[in-house]
């Protein structure tokens, strides 16, 4: 089972006016799942790969780092608590799963 199975997310493509729109949608009924896609939605394409690098570097213990803000959103954040962290203050996973949700993101918006 992928992280994204895990948690109810579904991500989806959507052509319009010649450009390709990605999209993770949330399984209200999991816990977690719309904070996940609330994540997901706002990153960007080189903001998911800032997100991956800052991850990598928390789990790896090269940073001293305690959070991530995203660019265009205000309302959305990554606190990090190694091995965990908590998404825009209410859904706690770990670092691990974070990870491997947002490479799967960034192989899904690059396909």
């Excluded at 729109?21 to 706002?42: K, R, T």
């Excluded at 265009?72 to 608590?81: C, D, I, L, P, R």
Aim: aromatic share 10%.
């Amino acid at each position: 089972m992928t992280v994204k199975q895990h948690y109810g997310l579904k991500f989806e493509t959507v052509r319009a006016e010649g450009r390709k729109f990605h999209f993770a949608n949330p399984e209200v009924s999991i816990p977690g799942s719309m904070e996940l896609a609330q994540l997901l939605n706002h990153l960007g394409a080189s903001e998911s790969s800032y997100l991956l690098e800052s991850i990598n570097d928390v789990i790896s213990s090269s940073t001293s780092e305690i959070s991530y803000s995203l660019d265009n959103s205000q309302g959305v954040w990554v606190e990090y608590a190694p091995p965990n962290c908590t998404i825009s203050g209410s859904q706690t996973m770990t670092l691990i799963d974070l990870k491997s949700l947002v490479e799967e993101w960034i192989s899904f918006t690059n396909s």
